[in-house]
């Protein structure tokens, strides 16, 4: 009896500290592993809420709640409407991926909203029977649940709003949404799991049709079987352990999609971050070699390579959103040199790569910060900035404020793109996929002048010295890097 005892001071201590730490959560942290849950009412859940079920919680499973407070996760998850919410598969799909990773902590993210049909589940678009707008506030909490840790995946239940009329351009729409919350998330490899229509009802069979088709239309994705699963008597709503075991079987799609994820990685590595016999010949070295970025990288703000804020993903370096990483500077200095790199940008994205890079002391307030001439990368498609920028110096490829680029070719959000920096004897060149857009002379009188128009004035020193550090900057959106090269030229 004793020992009973010990065991449930331990949990309730342990559950204690997980909230405390949830709630007081000022930093991404890499340990907790948030899962959204999206659709409509059979996602939401409107299983009775028993005794048995109100006992099934999780000392490592948490939800994010109405007021975007992080507290124990227990039935009913959602609360689209409160007065008939009930068992859904949410919980026990957390309990069983706190199973599989013992080490971490599940966040659910309820975002269902019952009677929903998908055109809904659109920017902007407005709900006038549940009054919401269900894309909108999905992607609100999304974003507020970033804050706290790592998005690992999307639950998505919805269809039977669908199934009588919108059967043939179902499978379509869910394509489109799946790509714009990974746009959101900011991981095209983002696992989404799927679960069918109960097949209690002729009319659901006919989204469970089209959804067969999913994991070929769209990578990484899953289609969880309803096979055996009932209602509660309404011939809509799945019925508590129905529910209960949907939940476990979305967690064992979950995590074959995430190992299918991992396993494709293993199979592609090796493909970038090399250097040729020829480019070792010619002196070029690497900057990042795919595994460990920290060997010629270090935090702006430390010695060390950021804890949170860049990962590595299919071999590049990607800036995760947010901006918890910062910047990132090498270790080493440059003088005359030629870089190059390929970059991939998610939508609106911003970033560039900063080069002569020295601590200059701001005339306006005294504080020293790590500064130096800018080759821009930003999506020029959908940035604002850019929409606004009538001289183009603050588009991709220009020297920042002060050079527009000439003649450039830009790849399109998500495709890659090559960019090169040569400096040799005081003249620098900017080039993009195989173009040259900039040609300046480092200390010229234009160049001097260029600056004194922009906000770069204010720091002394500015662009005068041909040598310094290089700086992958983080502007809190999602950035790839990749075969990041450089060779002095003296």
């Known amino acids: 009896m004793k020992k009973v005892s010990y065991i449930y001071i ?52 948490l939800m994010l709640n109405k007021n975007n407070d992080w507290v124990k996760a227990s039935h009913p998850l959602h609360f689209d409407k409160p007065e008939v919410a009930g068992v859904g598969l949410g919980l026990r799909f957390g309990v069983e991926m706190a199973k599989a990773y013992p080490e971490n902590i599940i966040g659910l993210v309820p975002c269902a ?34 804050k706290a840790g790592t998005i690992k995946g999307i639950l998505w239940h919805q269809g039977e709003g669908d199934s009588q009329s919108g059967s043939d ?56 079987s309803s096979e055996g699963l009932w209602h509660k008597g309404d011939g809509t709503h799945f019925d508590s352990p129905s529910a209960s075991t949907f939940g476990k079987r979305f967690a064992e799609a979950m995590l074959k999609v995430q190992h299918q994820v991992i396993n494709n990685r293993k199979t592609v590595k090796g493909r970038c971050n090399r250097l040729t016999a020829k480019e070792k010949a010619d002196g070029w070295e690497l900057l990042f070699d795919g595994v460990d970025p920290s060997i010629r990288w270090r ?40 870089l190059t790199l390929d970059f991939k940008l998610t939508k609106s994205a911003n970033s560039g790569v900063k080069y002569f890079v020295n601590e200059l002391q701001s005339a306006k307030s005294n504080k020293i910060v790590f500064n130096g001439p800018e080759f821009q990368i930003i999506d020029d498609f959908n940035h604002p900035e850019v929409k606004s920028d009538q001289d ?18 830009l790849k399109a959000v998500g495709k890659w793109n090559t960019m090169r920096i040569v400096s040799n004897g005081g003249s620098v060149e900017h ?60």
């Open 10 to 61: 331990f949990l309730t201590l342990m559950t204690s500290v997980f909230l405390l730490k949830a709630q007081n959560i000022k930093h991404q942290d890499s340990s907790y592993h948030i899962y959204l849950l999206l659709g409509q009412s059979n996602m939401a859940g409107r299983g009775e809420v028993t005794t048995y079920y109100r006992s099934q919680v999780h000392s490592r499973v």
């Open 113 to 146: 909203v019952g009677g929903t049909s998908i055109t809904k589940w659109r920017p902007n678009a407005y709900d006038d029977v549940t009054n919401t707008h269900p894309y909108d506030d999905a992607v609100l909490r999304i974003k507020e649940a970033m």
């Open 169 to 224: 351009t179902y499978l379509e729409n869910l394509a489109i949404l799946i790509e714009r919350l990974r746009d959101v998330v900011g991981n095209p490899e983002l696992p989404f799991v799927v679960g069918e229509l109960g097949k209690y009802r002729a009319d659901y069979l006919n989204i469970n049709k089209v959804l067969v088709d999913l994991p070929k239309k769209v990578p990484h994705t899953y289609l969880v």
């Open 299 to 338: 935090s702006v703000n430390g010695d060390d390579f950021p804890q949170e804020g860049w990962t590595i993903e299919k071999e590049s370096l990607k800036i995760l959103p947010g901006g918890r990483g910062k910047d990132i500077i090498s270790r080493e200095e440059f003088s005359d040199f030629e």
């Open 392 to 409: 183009g110096k603050g588009s991709t490829g220009a020297l920042y404020l002060i050079y527009a680029p000439e003649d450039k070719e």
């Open 431 to 490: 080039w993009l996929n195989g173009k040259k857009v900039v040609d300046y002379k480092l200390g010229s009188e234009e160049f001097r002048n260029l600056i004194e128009t922009t906000k770069f004035k204010e720091y002394r020193n500015y662009g005068e010295t041909a040598s310094g550090h290089l700086i992958l900057q983080d502007h809190n959106d999602a950035v790839f890097f990749r075969n990041i090269k450089v060779r002095r030229l003296k």
